[in-house]
């Protein structure tokens, strides 16, 4: 089958690799209808993390399924199935507390597994013609048949469940006003969660003139932060109070306010400055215990100068990690049917998979547009 093969930094090519087999009774192999380029793949890409040469890349996977396991009783050869990019078992002690994004069973040694990407476990990505389904009964959500909403049901995969996620890690609530830094497609996913949740004001935080503009579209408040302290200027808007609650969806390649160069910690520090007094903050944006490319030495063993005795004086409280998406997907995938949500406004291009290399540069490069990109193995050149 062709799958998108991790080469060297700054390099995938589309090349035939061996077809999944069905490994474990559990197995299920799905033929992917729709894989997403997430910006976490980038971080592979740049050649920021310990990714070898090989690796099939893609955790934002939906399809049908073609063959099934011995073990598996509620899925059927026929089903269209997204999985969330967290691989879990379902009965460990994380996963049984509904923390499936740090399960103890499908990578041992490490809180957590993920389809095609770096330390995340034996598990090949989506970003091919098929992909295999551990512990599939606990992993695969239905989805009703045919093509309808497809778009928008591959980012039931990560991105709009990790934004749900930053939300939920804030606890933001109706009436709240709320500043998301980043906006990207988790930043937008975020800011669109909150108003989902019935915020009153929420305010967006980049420098990207298209990302700003899409914001706006969602009815969020644009922040260009090279136009000034963002913190300033969202207090400006608040009475200089700040907001009730801040969350972080850009992480570890944070850019300084003049966007001269990467400063880690920014994002952290300037939400400690946004958020109010005894607000909360939620930081779903992506924090790696190592960074090879990081501006300086301590930043690459993931340690960063945060203003933990500003925090500690504002009495806010912080909640992190990488979202558990089955906590939040089958009800945003309800959202999406009964037509109270629709996140694939943040998707800019549809593309074969055999056009992946030129949308990883593009993506990278943030040029012609390139947002959120959503590969078709079955979509002819």
């Given at each position: 089958?062709?799958?998108?093969?991790?080469?060297?930094?700054?390099?995938?090519?589309?090349?035939?690799?061996?077809?999944?087999?069905?490994?474990?009774?559990?197995?299920?192999?799905?033929?992917?209808?729709?894989?997403a380029i997430c910006g976490s793949d980038l971080h592979m890409y740049?050649?920021?993390?310990?990714?070898q040469p090989g690796i099939v890349f893609g955790h934002e996977n939906l399809g049908i399924i073609e063959e099934i396991g011995s073990g598996v009783t509620s899925l059927a050869p026929g089903d269209r199935v997204v999985m969330p990019f967290n691989v879990a078992c379902?009965?460990?002690?994380?996963?049984?507390?509904?923390?499936?994004?740090?399960?103890?069973?499908?990578?041992?040694?490490?809180?957590?597994?993920?389809?095609?990407?770096?330390?995340m476990g034996p598990y090949p990505g989506g970003q091919a013609e098929k992909l295999r389904v551990p512990y599939a009964d606990f992993n695969c959500l239905k989805l009703p048949p045919g093509e309808e909403f497809e778009t928008d049901f591959v980012l039931l995969a990560d991105i709009f469940p990790t934004g749900y996620h930053g939300c939920e890690?804030?606890?933001?609530?109706?009436?709240?006003?709320?500043?998301?830094y980043g906006a990207g497609p988790v930043g937008l996913m975020a800011a669109y969660s909150?108003?989902?949740?019935?915020?009153?004001?929420?305010?967006?935080?980049?420098?990207?003139?298209?990302?700003?503009d899409k914001a706006k579209e969602i009815g969020a408040i644009p922040i260009d932060f090279t136009k000034g302290d963002p913190a300033e200027q969202i207090k400006d808007q608040t009475d200089g109070e700040g907001t009730d609650k801040g969350v972080d969806a850009v992480g570890y390649q944070a850019q300084a306010h003049?966007?001269?160069?990467?400063?880690?910690?920014?994002?952290?520090?300037?939400?400690?400055?946004?958020?109010?007094?005894?607000?909360?903050?939620?930081?779903?944006g992506l924090y790696v215990p190592s960074d090879p490319g990081a501006p300086d030495e301590a930043a690459k063993h993931g340690?960063?100068?945060?203003?933990?005795?500003?925090?500690?004086?504002?009495?806010?409280?912080?909640g992190t990690g990488q979202t558990n998406v089955k906590r939040y997907n089958r009800q945003l995938r309800d959202l999406i049917i009964a037509g109270r949500a629709k996140p694939s406004f943040v998707v800019s291009h549809e593309i074969p998979l055999d056009e992946a290399p030129v949308a990883y540069e593009k993506f990278d490069k943030r040029?012609?547009?390139?947002?959120?990109?959503?590969?078709?193995?079955?979509?002819?050149?």
């Open positions: 089958m062709k799958a998108v093969v991790y080469e060297h930094p700054f390099a995938v090519e589309v090349k035939e690799v061996e077809d999944p087999q069905i490994q474990h009774p559990n197995d299920v192999i799905v033929r992917v209808t729709s894989s740049e050649g920021r993390t310990a990714a379902g009965f460990c002690k994380n996963c049984l507390a509904g923390y499936t994004g740090f399960c103890l069973t499908v990578n041992p040694g490490f809180a957590g597994g993920a389809y095609g990407y770096v330390a890690l804030a606890e933001v609530s109706p009436g709240e006003s709320v500043a998301v909150a108003l989902l949740r019935g915020a009153a004001k929420v305010f967006c935080v980049d420098r990207v003139p298209e990302r700003l003049d966007a001269s160069h990467e400063e880690p910690a920014v994002v952290l520090n300037s939400l400690v400055e946004t958020v109010r007094a005894t607000g909360k903050l939620g930081v779903p340690q960063l100068l945060v203003s933990i005795g500003r925090m500690f004086e504002k009495g806010q409280r912080i040029i012609e547009g390139y947002t959120k990109v959503v590969l078709h193995p079955a979509l002819a050149a």
